[in-house]
């Protein structure tokens, strides 16, 4: 079985609070990698309560985002209609609820990959590959660059760097 992991592709994060003109490019390639993808689609979402600036993130990020039940804590509207289970709520940046699944399902079976695509590649893309590289540290994780974009260019290219060296694949460059 191969998996999919959609991050975060929330409105926030593409023309939101902290949308970016490379989050918003890489939408349709994200939608085009969801339809094609022969396997298991499972979302993320970054998600926060009305305290976000009291908390640890908040204090170093103070920008509101991604507020549980908001239009910009919903995902895009065009990956929303591809995804059909609910996705997993993340209060943090690596979600260990998403491999503990991952882990049960290859114990289950066979997880043959993992490919992550979507925001932040600096932030939640590197930080749940590494937890999955951790949690499944034989089943190959994927990166596909072309569908992620992070908070900045140069962020997105260090972020994939120290992906490669923590040998998990990148493609799509």
């Known amino acids: ?10 409105k926030d ?10 989050a918003q490019a890489i939408v349709p390639r ?11 689609v499972i979302a993320t979402r970054d998600t926060h309560g009305e305290n976000y600036l009291q908390t ?18 919903q995902l895009h509207p065009d990956v929303a209609a591809l995804i059909s289970r609910r996705p997993i709520d993340k209060p943090t940046f690596g979600s260990t609820e998403l491999a503990k ?13 993992i490919t992550l695509v979507g925001l932040c590649t600096d932030i939640c893309v ?8 951790a949690f499944l540290p034989e089943v190959p994780i994927i990166v596909d660059a072309s569908c992620c974009a ?11 760097r120290a992906m490669e060296m923590c040998q998990i694949a990148v493609v799509g460059r």
């Open 1 to 10: 079985m191969h998996v999919l992991v959609v991050v975060d592709m929330q």
């Open 126 to 133: 590197i930080s749940n590959a590494l937890l999955l590289k």
């Open 150 to 160: 992070g908070v900045t260019p140069e962020s997105h290219e260090n972020a994939l």
């Open 101 to 113: 699944l991952l882990a049960k399902c290859h114990s289950d079976h066979t997880v043959d990959s």
């Open 30 to 40: 994200v939608v085009e990698k969801i339809e094609n993808f022969d396997g298991r």
């Open 56 to 73: 640890a993130e908040g204090k170093k990020l103070p920008v509101v985002h991604c507020i549980q039940g908001t239009d910009g804590w």
């Open 13 to 22: 994060f593409i023309d939101g609070a902290l949308g970016t003109k490379e």
